[in-house]
């Protein structure tokens, strides 16, 4: 994986799901570092959203990724078949899949983004569900599927590869934040 051939997804993270979402704050501010990351390297990142009238929009942290095109009832996100093909024709090979809930719509996301060819990794710090052994069994499956299943950290220094790169300050610093449930 490298930010010349990778694209950050991230799936349904919506106001609704906070309260209900294992850990879902922690989550959030998983994916906003991983997002940043993202985008020092010019990675593109996208977020759906899965019917807003009744989950609500994508939340703050992350609502800059949001696009209105992306809105979805299915709960895969194959209806956005422009969007990959698109990631595609720029080299775009590999898929990193964030968001909830796993074992609806992130599971049935990566299992279709497999099916088209594409490389998935998964940072199990920046996914979520409502329980814990729906998770568990989802995270199973996507990674007998071919899923790589990786950590936010390990996807940002991935992504910067050097100490010597340009971006590596600002990588670093990113991964030195805590979370704190302030």
Not at 11 to 26: G, I, K, M, S, Y
Not at 48 to 72: I, N, R
Not at 73 to 84: A, G, K, M, N
Request: charged residues 25%.
């Amino acid at each position: 994986m490298n930010r010349q051939n990778t694209a950050m997804l991230i799936v349904d993270v919506q106001t609704a799901f906070r309260e209900v979402v294992l850990d879902f704050d922690q989550m959030v501010w998983n994916i906003d570092r991983l997002a940043q990351a993202a985008t020092l390297f010019e990675i593109p990142v996208a977020a759906t959203q899965q019917y807003s009238k009744g989950l609500g929009t994508t939340v703050d942290q992350l609502a800059k990724y949001s696009d209105p095109q992306l809105e979805k009832l299915s709960f895969s996100c194959r209806e956005f078949d422009t969007l990959f093909e698109e990631w595609k024709r720029n080299g775009i090979s590999i898929i990193v899949v964030t968001g909830i809930e796993l074992h609806v719509c992130i599971q049935q996301t990566v299992m279709d983004l497999l099916s088209y060819g594409f490389e998935i990794y998964l940072p199990i710090d920046a996914v979520s569900g409502r329980l814990e052994l729906d998770a568990k069994i989802a995270i199973d499956r996507m990674r007998d599927a071919g899923t790589i299943v990786t950590t936010c950290e390990s996807a940002m220094f991935e992504w910067c590869d050097s100490a010597v790169d340009p971006c590596f300050k600002q990588i670093s610093e990113l991964a030195k934040q805590t979370y704190s449930k302030t």
